[in-house]
């Protein structure tokens, strides 16, 4: 069984899509760590009624980018990761877990890319009045949602949208999409052309 590594900052609902889809067995994988950047994150309280390691650091108790990655590495190797799945990790992955993982790390983006990456993809999207917005999964290189793009969903923004409705909106279509993803990926055995 492949194991994975959800890496996140906020609420973890995507992680929990994730928990909820191996429950079901529609995904065959063990979730064997949680990462997460934010202290006191609703994630970490989904973790731990699941019984999932998680491990939460606080990056400006380091020196630098590659001082929290190795740590990070650290947990990973313990945990004996294969695979990692990033669901609003708001940090840019450096060239330490690069190294060690590309190819083998995929992201969830809340808009077409490659239209609006970075932060609060919802926010411009609306604020570019487009009709039509989405969903992303893409393997994660250096840049800021730049990898190569594995699967898209569309969906269409009304007239009357506002950010909280597309937000419902947007995590209907990841909560199905990401988990289906990651067990197409394991499957094939998850690997991006370089
Ligand atoms: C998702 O919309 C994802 O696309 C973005 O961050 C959000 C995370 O939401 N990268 P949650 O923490 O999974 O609820």
Redesign the pocket.
Known sequence: MKKISIF?S??????QAIVEAVKKGELEADIALLVCDKLGAY?LERAKNEEIPSFVFNAKGYDSKEAYELEILKNLQKHEVDFIVL??YMRLIGKTLLDQFEGRII????SLLPAFPGKDAIGQALRAKVKVSG?TVHFVDAGMDTGPIIAQKAIEISEQETKESLQTK??KV?HELYPKVIQQLIKKGITTKK
């Open positions: 996140v906020g609420s973890g609902s995507n992680f994630a669901a609003g992201n969830i983006h809340p969903v947007i995590h990841e």
